[in-house]
């Protein structure tokens, strides 16, 4: 099993989603994000005239806000110049389709339109989408799949979910075998 492991070159984006996500922000970003929120209380609290000492908590608040805002804002483009490139798609426009469409909107459409993420296939190398089963140049095995539908089935099932054709007959390739021990 750790055999397996630190012998695959997969990327680690596959592996644990969760804990890889977090690590996508680039250090750029967080800095980037420090500064507008500091920048925001700065506007709010230095720069902003305020003789009406009532107003005090309102400002407290907006400054909050706001810089809340402007810094999740420069998290998300951090996000998405290290998103695009693991999945081959053109960094210097999506950039700036997030930076020029206002109001968070060009993040939104980079979410709906990014392509899927590449993988490396382990025989030849080749830069692959990681939702291939196969590979298209080596026909190496990416994915479990079903022998009868050739559709993807967990590691773990003994029967295929959509023909129910049962998998122990299909000869895994050993490399998958190793992952459900
Ligand atoms: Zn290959
Ligand atoms: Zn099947």
């Given at each position: 099993m ?19 996500e ?6 750029w ?6 500064l ?6 700065y ?9 009406k000492?009532?107003?005090?908590p ?7 806000a706001?810089?809340t ?9 951090g996000?998405?110049s ?20 206002p ?6 459409v980079?979410f709906?339109l ?6 490396r ?5 080749i830069?692959i ?15 479990p ?10 590691i773990t099932?003994a029967?295929?979910?959509?023909c129910?054709?049962?998998?122990a ?13």
């Amino acid at each position: 099993m750790t055999q397996w492991l630190s012998s695959e070159p997969r990327q680690g984006a596959n592996a644990a989603p969760g804990d890889d996500e977090l690590r996508m922000i680039p250090r750029w970003s967080m800095l980037l994000a420090l500064l507008l929120f500091a920048g925001m209380q700065y506007i709010f609290h230095g720069v902003m005239p305020h003789h009406k000492q009532e107003m005090l908590p309102l400002r407290l608040m907006m400054g909050y806000a706001w810089g809340t805002l402007v810094a999740s804002y420069a998290l998300l483009l951090g996000y998405v110049s290290r998103d695009v490139k693991r999945r081959g798609m053109s960094a210097g426009l999506w950039m700036l389709v997030c930076v020029v469409l206002p109001g968070g909107i060009g993040a939104v459409v980079y979410f709906m339109l990014r392509q899927p993420v590449l993988s490396r296939c382990p025989a030849c190398a080749i830069s692959i989408s990681s939702t291939y089963h196969f590979c298209p140049q080596c026909q190496f095995q990416m994915a479990p799949v079903c022998g009868e539908c050739h559709r993807g089935v967990k590691i773990t099932d003994a029967f295929c979910t959509l023909c129910g054709h049962d998998l122990a007959q299909d000869g895994a390739p050993a490399r998958l075998r190793a992952y459900s021990d």
